[in-house]
């Protein structure tokens, strides 16, 4: 099944662009908004962590439909409807190549064509959509199946860059995929740092960092020089939050005025946090969020104090 096959549901990116959000209609600000971003459904990763297999023994993913079904739910019951909702990579847990792969990312996109319609779905490319270590190979089959694994688009005068954080992770088996992405990440921040832009705000997987600029190396983290080149180059840009998932629990900080959001997952926990997603409202002046578990979610909605906030003029 291809994408355009599920209709108005999959706006695959393009062209490095996401054509659900025509760029000439969308540069001005038009007044606050929100948009629900969630991370790693993985679907196969529970079975796996449970039985302690994690490199082949996701064979079952019931679970992760459920969750994910729940999250779908919550999200078309929202009034008024997020702009569009992302999800910060990781969506199966099979990695290229791998036993089930097939069969989990036909459940998830099974389970996401039920999103409504007016909602665009944005993708986000993990370790375990691509592999740690990308090829070309991988990467094109990420894109025939998702769209692009790196791409900007606007919403309502806010400019959105959608990262591929593998290629900051380990690019030694795509060295020029890398460099695409960085010089076309530069010419991005060239835009926002020109403040032609209300905000600017990068969604990518794999986070800057878990809570400071200065820990220490981590699976969950970029490595110490990669993180600092880049958040200086995204604090010198005015971007002003990133958002990521990977992690699998709630984390993040700040560095200078640059906001480093963690966000559990849809799927496997392993922390305590609840399944949830998180509510991202962004105002003239701020980018507010918050997480929510989905039960809580499905129940009770968005906050009346987030709702207050997209009131204002």
């Known amino acids: 099944m291809c994408a355009a096959e599920t209709g108005g549901v999959f706006h695959r990116a393009r062209g490095r662009t996401l054509d659900a959000f025509p760029e000439e209609k969308e540069r001005e600000w038009k007044g606050p908004f929100y948009f629900i971003q969630g991370a790693d459904p993985q679907f196969g990763l529970m079975k796996a962590w449970s039985t302690g297999d994690c490199d082949s023994g996701g064979d079952e993913w019931e679970q992760e439909v459920r969750l994910t079904e729940q999250a779908v739910e919550a999200i078309n019951k929202m009034n008024p409807k997020p702009k569009f909702f992302v999800l910060c990579g990781d969506l199966v847990h099979a990695m290229p190549g791998m036993p089930w792969r097939k069969e989990q990312t036909e459940d998830l996109r099974r389970v996401l064509t039920a999103v409504n319609r007016d909602i665009p779905l944005v993708f986000v490319s993990g370790n375990h959509d691509l592999g740690n270590a990308p090829t070309a190979e991988t990467v094109e089959e990420f894109r025939q199946m998702w769209g692009d694994d790196y791409f900007s688009f606007w919403v309502g005068g806010v400019l959105f860059l959608v990262l591929n954080s593998q290629f900051l992770f380990d690019a030694s088996q795509c060295p020029t995929l890398k460099q695409a992405q960085d010089r076309w990440l530069d010419q991005q921040l060239s835009i926002a740092e020109q403040r032609r832009c209300q905000h600017?705000?990068?969604?990518?997987?794999?986070?800057?960092?878990?809570?400071?600029?200065?820990?220490?190396?981590?699976?969950?983290?970029?490595?110490?020089?990669?993180?600092?080149?880049?958040?200086?180059?995204?604090?010198?840009?005015?971007?002003?939050?990133?958002?990521?998932?990977?992690?699998?629990?709630?984390?993040?900080?700040?560095?200078?005025?640059?906001?480093?959001?963690?966000?559990?997952?849809?799927?496997?926990?392993?922390?305590?946090?609840?399944?949830?997603?998180?509510?991202?409202?962004?105002?003239?002046?701020?980018?507010?969020?918050?997480?929510?578990?989905?039960?809580?979610?499905?129940?009770?909605?968005?906050?009346?104090?987030?709702?207050?906030?997209?009131?204002e003029n």
Do not use: W
């Open 200 to 311: 600017a705000i990068v969604f990518q997987h794999i986070p800057l960092f878990l809570q400071s600029i200065d820990e220490d190396d981590d699976y969950f983290n970029l490595t110490k020089a990669v993180r600092k080149e880049l958040a200086d180059k995204f604090t010198r840009a005015g971007i002003r939050a990133v958002f990521s998932g990977h992690y699998h629990r709630n984390a993040g900080g700040t560095y200078q005025n640059l906001d480093m959001v963690v966000s559990s997952a849809i799927g496997c926990q392993l922390g305590r946090d609840s399944h949830g997603l998180r509510v991202v409202v962004v105002t003239a002046e701020n980018i507010v969020h918050r997480y929510y578990g989905l039960d809580e979610l499905s129940e009770n909605g968005i906050g009346d104090d987030l709702l207050e906030l997209m009131k």
